[in-house]
């Protein structure tokens, strides 16, 4: 399958993006790619990872962060991508070397 940026369909959530990183290589292969870049800086990486992930309230609320200035920070890729990247790293850890 060939994903594209930006997400052509609704963003998943939390569990969601976890559980499609461990089924499908493709889709981590991607993902992870665009993550890494987005946390080096990139911008349209960025874009593109938040056009496939948003963490609901309540996900964030579960880890900890309730406060609504802390979660609407949290909607920014950079800070809301720290929450799969250990999961993007073990499924695709060629990216990250």
Not at 9 to 20: A, F, H, M, S
Not at 39 to 65: H, R, W
Not at 73 to 92: F, I, P, S, Y
């Amino acid at each position: 399958m060939s994903y594209t940026c930006p997400n052509p369909n609704p963003p998943y959530t939390l569990w969601q993006i976890v559980d499609l990183l461990e089924k499908s290589s493709d889709f981590a292969q991607f993902f992870a790619t665009q993550l890494r870049n987005a946390i080096g800086g990139n911008k349209k990486a960025a874009a593109c990872v938040e056009s496939y992930f948003q963490p609901t309230a309540k996900e964030l609320q579960d880890f900890g962060i309730s406060s609504k200035s802390e979660i609407a920070g949290m909607c920014r890729c950079t800070d809301v991508g720290k929450l799969v990247l250990v999961k993007a790293q073990e499924m695709a850890p060629q990216v990250f070397r």
